[in-house]
């Protein structure tokens, strides 16, 4: 069954039109991405490095914070706007749920403006739309399963070589500092 109206969130207000582009970390080609389900869009209401969500098997959305406090850090007193937009002929699923993507440009139907991206979360969660794993519930084999995600993100990207100021070295080594020990660790075994 197809959604009538579909969700992109932004940092960026005003906008009529949603614009085929490109993202910068996540190898994605020149696209429109928007989804059905309204608290995938507003994780993206933020532009960050990383979006740790996931679905469960019956289908239910999931935020992992993969360090402390990490939902508060990235969202917190974050605005946002939320556009809705119609579904239309030429877009297609991806394999992630409720996406859709079209190479063509989307017209807005409407703007909400999200003033505290975090508190929208946090109202997703009480609505029962959204599951928020908190760091501190996270089981240790998950949490290894984590360090071990984020030191190949490390040595994939190459970012023990890249200048000490780079945005995204910085911030895994900053969040991550067993997973950045791992990777140096690695980078000289090899």
Not at 87 to 108: C, G, H, K, L, Q
Not at 145 to 153: F, G, K, L, P
């Amino acid at each position: 069954m197809r959604p009538e109206i579909l969700y992109h969130a932004s940092p960026v207000k005003g906008l009529r039109e949603l614009r085929p582009s490109v993202t910068k970390y996540f190898g994605k080609p020149k696209q429109v991405c928007l989804t059905a389900c309204l608290p995938m869009a507003l994780l993206y209401g933020v532009r960050h490095f990383e979006y740790p969500y996931g679905y469960t098997r019956e289908g239910r959305i999931y935020y992992e914070e993969y360090f402390p406090d990490a939902l508060r850090e990235v969202y917190g007193g974050k605005p946002a706007s939320l556009y809705r937009c119609a579904w239309r002929e030429d877009m297609e699923t991806t394999a992630i749920p409720n996406e859709y993507v079209t190479p063509s440009p989307v017209p807005v139907l409407e703007e909400i403006p999200i003033p505290d991206v975090y508190a929208a979360l946090l109202e997703q969660e009480g609505l029962g739309a959204l599951t928020i794993v908190r760091y501190q519930d996270m089981t240790e084999r998950r949490l290894a399963w984590v360090r071990e995600a984020e030191a190949q993100t490390i040595l994939e990207k190459e970012l023990l070589h890249v200048h000490r100021d780079d945005p995204f070295a910085r911030y895994l080594r900053e969040h991550y500092p067993d997973s950045w020990a791992l990777a140096q660790a690695r980078e000289k075994e090899r």
